[in-house]
Every structure is written in C-alpha cells, then in structure tokens.
T-cell receptor, first 119, second 109 residues
C-alpha cells in the first residue's frame, strides 16, 4: 500500500518550453501533496505544498509563476515548469500523505521522481 | 528554526561490519522522526516513523531508535544491497518535514 507514481520518469525539452509532471497516489487519497527538487548529491528541497481544492503554498524563493501547481483531486497533483531553462534541470519528486492520518505533515510516501533536462 | 543534522556524511563499510548512522534534531515539539532510504535516481523509500523517546523499530538488518535529541539507524551485518543514501526527517506538527542532508552508505563485498 501507499504507492505514489509520477509521470513522466524523465523528460528532455528545449529551453522556453513548458513541461508538466503528474503525481498520483494510487491506493490512497491525499488532501496534501508535496513537491521537492533535488540536485545531485544534495538533500530534498521542498518547493511547495499542494492542497486539494486550494492554492498551493510555496516555499520562500520558489517562483509561483514559474512552477505552477494544480491539485485537481484527492489523488492527483501536477507541477508545470513554465518557460523552462537549463537551470531548471533537476530531479523533481512528489510525496503524499494519506488522508486518514491525523496530520498531513506526518508520514509521507514519495514518488519515484522525474528527471528533467532542459537543453 | 527546526534543524536536522545527519552524520557522517558518507560511510564505507565492509560487508558484515555493523555500524550506526546519526540524526540530531532541534525541533520544537517533535511529532515524528522519519527515516527514508534513497537509491540513486529514485524517490525516497519510507523505512520508519518514531514518535517518542525510547521507541525502537526494526526491519530486517535495520533498527531505528529515538532519544530526545537524536535518532540512530543501526545497521547489523550489512550487505552490498544496503548501499544507499539514508535520509532522516523531523516534523513538529502542521509544518512540512525538515530533512537532513543524508548519509551515503557504501557496503563493500
């Protein structure tokens, strides 16, 4: 149980294009999903907290207009990197916390990640 | 400000050589301490949650323990397949998890 999927697993795009990454909780519902970014040999950096039916909460320094987050249902959140540039190349990982847990900020289950390369 | 510090940054063990990874935390009102394993190019895999000092949890060759200031991940007789980065994270309630930078473990056959 508690499986989270991401699609695509990797993507290569040209500079200036937009890329959408999907995060799905497969066997549970989640009111809250999280989006992280990870550079090589570094830890996870939280980008934003995605809440179903409301606007995402972005961490300081993360551009809202560049990283668009939509949490359309209790099992799906999407991250769109708009007008991507080479510096946006990174490993993007989502996580979700099951609805039945007391707090959405407790146990999180992570997706397998999406490797984005912007040429 | 909540902080999580992991040590060592990297650890190299011979197969069968037991050791411990450390996670020190400064969190006001700890609600949970989490351990994850991350393989290269993959998302973190959930291992354990610890909620209160004195709590211990085991899974195969791994045992996690918690005190009021730190947590240890003990690895008994490790195998090469235990090689990975181990991440520790803490939570103080309705705030996002605070992650440490991880310990890169290499187990040599």
């Amino acid at each position: 149980g508690a499986v989270v999927s991401q699609h695509p697993s990797w993507v290569i795009c040209k500079s200036g294009t937009s890329v959408k990454i999907e995060c799905r909780s497969l066997d549970f519902q989640a009111t809250t999903m999280f989006w992280y970014r990870q550079f090589p040999k570094q830890s996870l950096m939280l980008m934003a907290t995605s809440n179903e039916g409301s606007k995402a909460t972005y961490e300081q320094g993360v551009e809202k207009d560049k990283f668009l987050i939509n949490h359309a249902s209790l099992t799906l959140s999407t991250l769109t990197v708009t007008s991507a540039h080479p510096e946006d190349s990174s490993f993007y990982i989502c996580s979700a916390s099951p609805l039945f847990l007391e707090s959405s900020y407790n146990e999180q289950f992570f997706g397998p990640g999406t490797r984005l390369t912007v040429l | 400000e909540d902080q999580v510090t992991q040590s060592p940054e990297a650890l190299r063990l011979q197969e069968g050589e037991s050791s411990s990874l450390n996670c020190s935390y400064t969190v006001s009102g700890l609600r949970g301490l989490f351990w994850y394993r991350q393989d290269p190019g993959k998302g973190p895999e959930f291992l354990f949650t610890l909620y209160s000092a004195g709590e211990e949890k085991e899974k195969e060759r791994l045992k996690a323990t918690l005190t009021k200031k730190e947590s240890f991940l003990h690895i008994t007789a490790p195998k090469p397949e235990d090689s990975a980065t181990y991440l520790c994270a803490a939570n103080s309630g309705n705030t996002p998890l605070v992650f440490g930078k991880g310990t890169r473990l290499s187990v040599i056959a």
